[in-house]
């Protein structure tokens, strides 16, 4: 509340330079008192994806210290985060999948934007306490273990790419994801493009018919039955192999290289498929097995969701400020919490995307 | 509780002599009926609202897959197909399982306390066993994810498997993961165990004196008198107390949904993982991919409420049997 005169006048001010300057902030001065209008004391709300929810918390409480304008982020997964946004119910989603084209049409609010605000990576995390060298897997030969098709660790594929390692006579143990996530959107993309015969098998989704397996709820979940069960193997990120202290497999890039899940290598991995990219891309990517040397495989993007056209300009700029302070000073954030930043060569360009959804006239 | 009742009812005086029934009371009277009235008939009607409402959420599912919903064990939000076979099939398992294990233990632990234990230790283990339905089932949930399924997986499947070499019984294929039928149905004995046991209690307890006493007279030794006279007296009663435990383990969602697997196949191996029709919806609902998936998890809730009602009429029907049994033997 103590800010509410503060608020006023650099809502006003907004007003007053959008008129003067004439251009392109056409519709500013029809809203000069919308921004303290906002009830329960946030200027913003966002909803959806609790995988970038860690690093999300903290740029919310990190933003509002230096600014003063207060977000309101709630993680109800990637899936609730496109209807809120489809219902116009929040500022802003977030989600780990980019919507799909039909998702885009219902969509209240016209034309949504994607912008990528961190990089990901998925670990294939296993517990085998007698092998101490990282394993090395290369994507054929994960889709097989996921398609049941490698049912032993000393299968002889696994053995042919980890000489000298003496693998254990036991069942592989498959654990996944047993409720819809973005995890398993990321992982089951990677697995469809490395293999053809899981593309036309399960297929690419947040959930899954699955092979083989057994089904725990949440990442956690996930890498708990890992760390208790000798034998087992699953997909998990990045962050919850380090807190669990699991053992991650090495993947085999389209470079023939051998690559450890890290910060570094997913941010390579992203920079490589952005290289690809028509300079009028919507961000509605794929950068699993990217080509880039160093890449790790199993990268993603997880995207803010947000409208092109926002009928509160005051909002609007607001929100606009935020994503461009995220690209910028928030990425410093990504590596302690074990996400990764986006290479330099996408940040000029979604800053301007993010600059346009502040311009967009009402519909 | 009835035989209590009735009489006191019985000699009130008539309705036309009870003050209440004077004019200037009236009115205060029926406002009070009228709203007593209207408090009970919401229950009801609340029931028949969320039956509706599911019904008619799980509709266009039920439509698009027809009674093959129920038999089909396709899971396959990618391409939109949906069964829910392995999800009835695993909710009736575990409970029979759980049933299985629990019964024989609560119905002794119930005879111990009535017919053996002297009166320090009665209490303190009626409480104890009580205690079991106070814990929240994400505890229990959490006790099977950290030691039951660990010793399962460690101690209970090897041996199986090696020592008795039963690996390749059907009962017991499969490689051992942990997570499992077995798993589910011994967390959920655990559950439904003090429901089963308290009112097994309550029954034998409410067996006449006399009926004890006839078979002492008749030369009968302790385990007979309990197993020929007392039992068989309460009989319809356990078995109520075993259909309401019943009830319990069909709608266990989250120890069950921690222990099981999650997995959408119908295998009879009790060491394999499963699924069951509560932690299906409790883990897809949130983050269900389209509205046909949206409407087969609805059916399927469709499905078990289905299930817990006939369950529960079997219940009602079974305690009302024993009440009137009671009644006879008075």
């Known amino acids: 509340m103590r800010r509410t005169p503060v608020a006023i006048l650099a809502v006003a001010g907004l007003a007053m330079t959008a008129c003067s300057s004439g251009s392109d902030k056409k519709n500013d001065s029809s809203h000069s008192a919308a921004g303290v209008s906002t009830s329960g004391g946030a200027d913003l709300t966002g909803a959806g994806a609790t995988f970038p929810y860690p690093l999300y918390s903290r740029w919310v409480s990190e933003y509002a210290a230096a600014t003063g304008v207060k977000i309101n982020y709630q993680q109800i997964g990637s899936g609730g985060g496109i209807k809120q946004l489809q219902e116009q119910t929040v500022d802003f989603g977030a989600s780990d999948a980019p919507m799909s084209d039909s998702e885009m049409v219902k969509a209240k609010g016209g034309a949504v934007f994607h912008i990528p605000s961190v990089v990901g990576l998925v670990a294939i995390a296993y517990n085998l306490p007698q092998v101490t060298q990282p394993l090395k897997l290369s994507g054929p030969i994960v889709a097989d273990i996921f398609l049941g098709k490698i049912t032993k660790w000393n299968d002889s594929r696994i053995a042919a790419l980890n000489p000298g390692v003496t693998l254990p006579n036991s069942d592989i143990l498959v654990v996944h994801r047993s409720e819809g996530s973005g995890t398993t959107y990321v992982f089951s993309d990677y697995l469809s493009a490395v293999s053809p015969t899981w593309k036309a098998g399960p297929g690419k989704g947040k959930e899954l018919q699955w092979p083989v397996g057994l089904g725990e709820r949440g990442n956690d979940g996930v890498a708990g039955r890992i760390k208790q069960t000798p034998g087992a193997v699953g997909y998990v990120e990045m962050a919850f192999v380090k807190q669990n202290r699991l053992s991650s497999a090495l993947l085999q890039n389209p470079s023939g290289q051998f ?14 498929a952005i290289a690809k990219l028509p300079a009028n891309s919507d961000y509605r990517i794929s950068i699993v097995n990217s080509p880039g040397a160093g890449a790790y495989p199993i990268s993603s993007l997880t995207y803010l969701l947000v409208y ?44 301007a995307r993010a600059d346009s959804v502040a311009t967009g006239s009402a519909r | 509780m009835s035989e209590d009742v009735a009489p006191r009812i019985a000699s009130r005086p008539t309705p036309a002599l009870v003050p209440a029934e004077i004019e200037g009371a009236s009115y205060g009277d029926r406002v009070y009926r009228w709203a007593t009235t209207g408090f009970a008939l919401v229950i009801p009607s609340l029931l028949l609202l969320i039956a509706w409402e599911v019904f008619r959420a799980g509709w266009p599912a039920l439509k698009t897959f027809g009674l093959g919903f129920f038999t089909s064990s396709a899971w396959d939000p990618v391409n939109g197909n949906f069964g829910a076979a392995p999800a ?5 398992v575990s409970s029979i399982l759980a049933l299985i294990i629990a019964t024989p233990l609560a119905v002794g632990v119930a005879i111990f306390l009535s017919e053996f234990a002297p009166n320090w230790i009665r209490q ?16 229990y949930g959490l006790w099977g994810v950290l030691v039951l399924v660990p010793f399962i997986r460690a101690h ?16 017991f294929t499969g490689a051992a993961y942990g997570p499992s039928m077995f798993a589910a149905g011994c967390i959920l004995a655990i559950m439904i165990l003090p429901y089963i046991s308290a009112v097994t209690r309550e029954v034998l307890r409410a067996v006449p004196r006399s009926q004890r006493e006839a078979a002492l007279a008749l030369g009968a030794t302790r385990w007979e008198m ?20 019943l009830g319990r383990a069909i709608g266990e969602t989250m120890a069950v949904t921690m222990v099981i697997g999650n997995r959408h196949e119908l295998s009879a191996s009790l060491f394999q993982p499963g699924y069951t029709m509560a932690s299906l919806i409790a883990n897809e609902f949130a983050e269900a991919t389209n509205d046909l998936h949206i409407s087969a998890l609805m059916a399927v809730g469709a499905g078990l409420f289905l299930v817990t009602v006939i369950v529960n009429a079997i219940a009602r029907w079974l305690v009302w049997r024993t009440a009137r049994v009671g009644d006879g033997g008075t």
Do not use: N
């Not at chain 2, 009835?88 to 009736?92: A, D, E, M, R, S």
């Not at chain 2, 303190?124 to 994400?138: E, G, Q, R």
């Not at chain 2, 309990?226 to 435990?245: E, F, T």
């Open chain 2, 156 to 171: 209970v499947m090897p041996f199986v498997k090696d020592t008795l070499h039963l690996g390749d019984f059907p009962l």
């Open chain 1, 259 to 272: 690559v450890a899940p890290s910060d570094e290598a997913a941010t390579a991995a992203a920079d490589a």
């Open chain 2, 88 to 92: 009835v099939f695993g909710t009736i």
């Open chain 2, 226 to 245: 309990i197993w020929d006279a007392v039992l068989p007296y309460a009989r319809s009663g356990i078995v109520g107390g075993v259909i309401l435990g």
């Open chain 1, 308 to 351: 092109q056209h926002m009928t509160d300009a005051a909002k609007a700029k607001k929100l606009s400020d935020f994503i461009k302070w995220a690209l910028t000073t928030g990425q410093k954030d990504a590596s302690s919490l074990d996400y990764a930043p986006l290479p330099p060569s996408m940040i000029a360009k979604l800053t």
């Open chain 2, 124 to 139: 303190p283990i009626a409480f104890f066993v009580d205690l079991l339905a106070a814990i929240p089932s994400v505890v």
